[in-house]
T-cell receptor, first 115, second 111 residues
Framework: GDSVTQTEGQVALSEEDFLTIHCNYS??????LFWYVQYPGEGPQLLFR?????EKGSSRGFEATYDKGTTSFHLRKASVQESDSAVYYC??????????????FGQGTSLSVVP | DPKIIQKPKYLVAVTGSEKILICEQY?????MYWYRQSAKKPLEFMFS???????DNQTASSRFQPQSSKKNHLDLQITALKPDDSATYFC??????????FGPGTRLTVL
């Protein structure tokens, strides 16, 4: 079945550091890829998505590029802030036989940014 | 105002009991979903509904039953509760098949 793998379980950075969270997926065809962010006590919030090879998604300084060749969608930010501390999830969806498809999530990466 | 309401926010139940988790969305979406997040597993898809019809069911147990009384409601009934059911349950909705918006969750603890 479809799957998403996030390499880092936890990431600890200082403010203004560069962030990379690795995401690789396994799915046939062209899944739509997402990054979600979850703050304590809240549900996941959509950061952005990408649907085609080489498409770049971005929001709030975060960005990721859909790479079908390497089946990756790595999250990057040039300069993190303390307010970016949260759990980040990579996810995919693929149109199934029904009209509405499930999201498949990675394990999540907990980002902690210290001043 | 919150667009997806889940009630209650916290729920404590005893083993063997039955509970209903409430979800209402005011985004005008036609599709609604349930996901589960436990300490042992990442966010895990349970059900999807479109126009009040079940589209996909990925739960192995019939103890979990979604109930849709209105287009913007999708409640989750859980019977014969077990400690392993302890998790946070998230309701989500979408206007189309891929971009889903999540509620704040109901945290269920089964003693």
């Amino acid at each position: 079945g479809d799957s998403v793998t996030q390499t880092e379980g936890q990431v600890a950075l200082s403010e203004e550091d560069f962030l990379t969270i690795h995401c690789n997926y396994s799915a046939s065809g062209y899944p739509t890829l997402f990054w979600y962010v979850q703050y304590p006590g809240e549900g996941p919030q959509l950061l952005f998505r990408a649907s085609r090879d080489k498409e770049k998604g971005s929001s709030r300084g975060f960005e990721a590029t859909y790479d079908k060749g390497t089946t990756s969608f790595h999250l990057r930010k040039a300069s993190v802030q303390e307010s970016d501390s949260a759990v980040y999830y990579c996810a995919l969806t693929r149109l199934a036989s029904s009209s509405f498809s499930k999201l498949v999530f990675g394990q999540g990466t907990s980002l902690s940014v210290v001043p | 105002d919150p667009k997806i309401i889940q009630k209650p926010k916290y729920l404590v139940a005893v083993t063997g009991s039955e509970k209903i988790l409430i979800c209402e969305q005011y985004l005008g979406h036609n599709a609604m979903y349930w996901y589960r997040q436990s300490a042992k597993k990442p966010l895990e898809f349970m059900f999807s509904y479109s126009y009040q019809k079940l589209m996909d069911n990925q739960t192995a147990s019939s103890r979990f039953q979604p109930q849709s009384s209105k287009k913007n409601h999708l409640d989750l009934q859980i019977t014969a509760l077990k400690p392993d059911d302890s998790a946070t349950y998230f309701c989500a909705s979408s206007p189309d098949w891929d971009e889903q918006y999540f509620g704040p969750g109901t945290r269920l603890t089964v003693l």
